[in-house]
């Protein structure tokens, strides 16, 4: 039994930037989903940044369904739709608390919830009238639309987006989304605008802030400059920068390029490049973390 509430943006949605109408009370949306949320695992999760992580452990809650759909999805198993448990906001909240209190969560990691994010603010708000004292930290893709960021103005500590593309022809490929760019620059302008610089607690785990993910695909090394030049350029040393290596080919991605790792050098040459402009605050990835078991089981655990 849920009780999620009858949100009036679910009636025609235009939460995301897809604004593809649907009235998610009656059926599912370009992101796969209707007016329930959804979610497929709610556990201590270690392979995030240092200071998102820490010792004990981030408290990321996985929500079924995307909007953006990225061809090289690595959470392919729930991102189109399927899996997970409905909840409603008290049953979300709940799962919130229970992060908190029983598994001693550094922080609430909320995974690609944008398509949900009135259900998920309410959630929030209710959790922190309850004794939510962690960090909650809005992990997503960047696909997102200031107005609905907005519902998170206050409830939300630290932002944790992807910028995946500069390229509009690779986000039209890959994320059907030419428009991801502009989309994205804008969403993080408001992100940055709500959670500010960087503040850390005395034990290192970030409290407030932005830290900016990219995911170096392979062969598009020069589309993952551009990105860090972006970021750089808009952002200075206000945000931290992730670049990742961890792109692990699943399923059978629909492009030859897609379906292999990225190389050594590949991924050296972007770091390098962030050292070269002068990017101090940030985060890389050491080698052997391409491996299947690095993608979470999504058995519904803690839901
Ligand atoms: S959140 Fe889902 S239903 Fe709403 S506009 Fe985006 S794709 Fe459509």
Redesign the pocket.
Known sequence: MTDHAPFA??KS??????????D?TVS??????GDAVFAARAALHMWEEPCISGERGSGAVFFV?C?LGCVFCQNRSISGGSGGKPLGVRELSDVFLRLQDESHAENINLVTA????PTVACALADAKSRGLRVPAVWNSGGYELPE?LRMLDGLVDVYLPDLKYVSSELSEKYSHAPDYFEVACRALDEMFSQAGEPVFDGRGMMTRGMIVRHLVLPTHADDSRRVIRYIRDRFGDGVYISIMNQYTPTGSPPYPELCRPVTEEEYDSVVDFAADIGVTRGFIQEGGTVAESFIPAFDCEGI
Do not use: E, Q
């Open positions: 943006s679910y949605c235009n939460l995301c930037p897809r604004r593809c109408g649907a998610r599912r949306g370009a992101c796969g989903m369904g909007s944008s398509h949900f994010t609905t």
